[in-house]
Nanobody, 117 residues
């Protein structure tokens, strides 16, 4: 079955960096766009970044993270990454990996990112 397992979250000071990973299994990873979402306390889940299938040549970001976050993928490792730089207090959230297959949508369990001074 499809599994998405996020890792790499933690506590970081403002201005710091973290790299999140999402290890995927149960589907042909290279054939699908991969997306990172986040959900802050009391807020709706929002899209953070998406990377296209194959070589990942197309990437899109939420305005709030543009120029600070970078999404990438390694098809040999079935893994998608989110490099987060210049972190701000408002980046505090649970970060989720997502894939939309032909007939189903799948989420990981999430990884907590806390930006705190």
């Amino acid at each position: 079955q499809v599994q998405l397992v996020e890792s790499g979250g933690g506590v970081v000071q403002p201005g710091g960096s973290l790299r999140l990973s999402c290890a995927a299994s149960g589907f042909t990873f290279s054939m699908y766009d991969m997306t990172w979402y986040r959900q802050a306390p009391g807020k709706e889940r929002e899209l953070v970044a998406v990377i296209s299938s194959g070589g990942g040549g197309n990437k899109n970001y939420a305005d709030s993270v543009k120029d600070r976050f970078a999404i990438s993928r390694d098809n040999a490792k079935n893994t998608v990454y989110l490099q987060m730089n210049s972190l701000k207090l408002e980046d505090t959230a649970i970060y989720y990996c997502n894939v939309r297959l032909v007939f189903s949508v799948h989420w990981g369990q999430g990884t907590q990112v806390t930006v705190s001074s």
